[in-house]
């Protein structure tokens, strides 16, 4: 099942500020949603809570991404993506 990956302008443009290639985002979402369908994947997610609730902390060294996912449409909405320390402001 082939999944669409939405991408905030926010999260865009952190991709372009800190050079980073979507393709490497896109592996790292695929494995999650592989994971999250019961695959034995080595990610690290935690859901989230407060006003982040309904959506995913994807933790990649020191990135932090944060998505939602819709399984029933398949599609990931990445929200934001920024460094472990201002992802959560």
Do not use: P
């Not at 999944?3 to 865009?12: F, N």
């Not at 980073?20 to 979402?29: A, C, H, P």
């Not at 592989?34 to 609730?53: A, F, P, Q």
Request: charge should be positive; glycine fraction near 8%; charged fraction near 35%.
């Amino acid at each position: 099942m082939n999944w669409r990956i939405d991408i905030s302008q926010s999260a865009e443009k952190f991709l372009i500020k800190n050079k980073i290639v979507f393709s490497d985002v896109e592996k790292i979402i695929s494995k999650t949603v592989r994971y999250l369908s019961g695959g034995d994947e080595n990610v690290d997610i935690r859901k989230l809570k407060g006003t982040w609730k309904g959506f995913y902390r994807i933790r990649r060294g020191k990135m932090r991404i944060i998505a939602e996912f819709h399984f029933g449409d398949s599609v990931v909405f990445i929200e934001e993506i920024d460094w472990r320390g201002s992802v959560y402001k």
